[in-house]
């Protein structure tokens, strides 16, 4: 069978990439749109080199928690293949999972020190804003000032944000809408923070990778969940680190998947 421009020879209905397909029979997406989406998110990051860097994509569709917690690089029910398990009261919807900001965490079973690359990314689609609280952690994981992975966004709260990536970079009454997509990257031992594919920091890396498994929802503070939000995730990535055109094609490639949903910011 010959495939042209992503149609059957001949005719038919259009050919599924065959990873988009195991993610839709795992998480069983029935939605048209969503498994159209899925299936042009996919197709989008290999088209881009994206694809084999990263080590885990949550793309929360299907508005379940079982449907939620699948890894779309590799959708089986187990910890080796970072399925989350989420804890506590989250609320899972069409538009994404939204934790509570007192319990609310999933364990994506990746440790940095073990399962990536000594220069990595870690990003977060956030689709509301976060308003009260005390020091909310969107992602992360840590053990200390220089060994962690992490993004922090405090909304209309105080307008930080704060990300780690060994290093720390700290950003204070800069914005006043931290909903969008968040990208921490190392380019050339630069810790660099973007937002909406805009750099809005850099700093050199120092430190080490964390030796603690990343959170979502909350910070995983030496083994202990801390620090948790109430924004709402409409995607998250984790993987080995990304050149500059890479960080705008995975901006582009997030920002048409979450566009195709009706839940972009």
Excluded: C
């Excluded at 195991?22 to 080199?49: E, H, M, N, R, W």
């Excluded at 917690?69 to 804890?87: E, G, I, V």
């Excluded at 780690?164 to 700290?170: A, C, E, F, T, V």
């Amino acid at each position: 069978m010959y495939l042209i421009n992503s149609f059957r020879f001949g005719g038919g209905a259009p050919a599924v990439d065959p990873d988009a397909q195991a993610f839709i029979t795992a998480a069983s997406i029935t939605d048209p749109t969503q498994q159209s989406a899925i299936d042009t998110l996919v197709t989008d990051l290999k088209g881009y080199g994206i694809w084999t860097k990263t080590k885990a994509i949550y793309p929360f569709v299907g508005g379940t928690a079982s449907s939620h917690k699948f890894n779309l690089k590799d959708p089986q029910d187990t910890d080796a293949a970072f399925r989350l398990t989420f804890s506590g009261g989250w609320t899972h919807s069409v538009n994404g999972v939204q934790g509570n900001l007192t319990n609310a965490f999933a364990d994506t079973y990746l440790v940095p020190s073990t399962n990536l690359v000594t220069d990595n990314h870690v990003s977060i689609y956030l689709n509301t804003l976060f308003t009260s609280g005390s020091s909310p952690y969107n992602i992360g994981a840590y053990n200390a000032v220089t060994q962690a992975l992490a993004i922090r966004t405090m909304g209309t709260f105080d307008n930080s944000s704060r990300t780690y990536n060994y290093s720390q970079i700290d950003i204070a009454n800069t914005i006043g809408n931290t909903a969008g997509f968040w990208l921490n990257n190392i380019i050339s031992s630069n810790h660099r923070q973007l937002r909406n594919n805009v750099l809005r920091s850099s700093a050199t890396k120092t430190g080490t990778v964390p030796t603690q498994k990343v959170y979502l929802g909350a910070l995983n503070l030496n083994g202990t969940a801390s620090l948790f939000t109430n924004q709402r995730i409409a995607l998250s990535t984790i993987g080995d680190n990304l050149t500059a055109t890479e960080e705008g094609n995975l901006y582009t490639a997030v920002q048409a998947f979450n566009t195709t949903l009706s839940r972009q910011v």
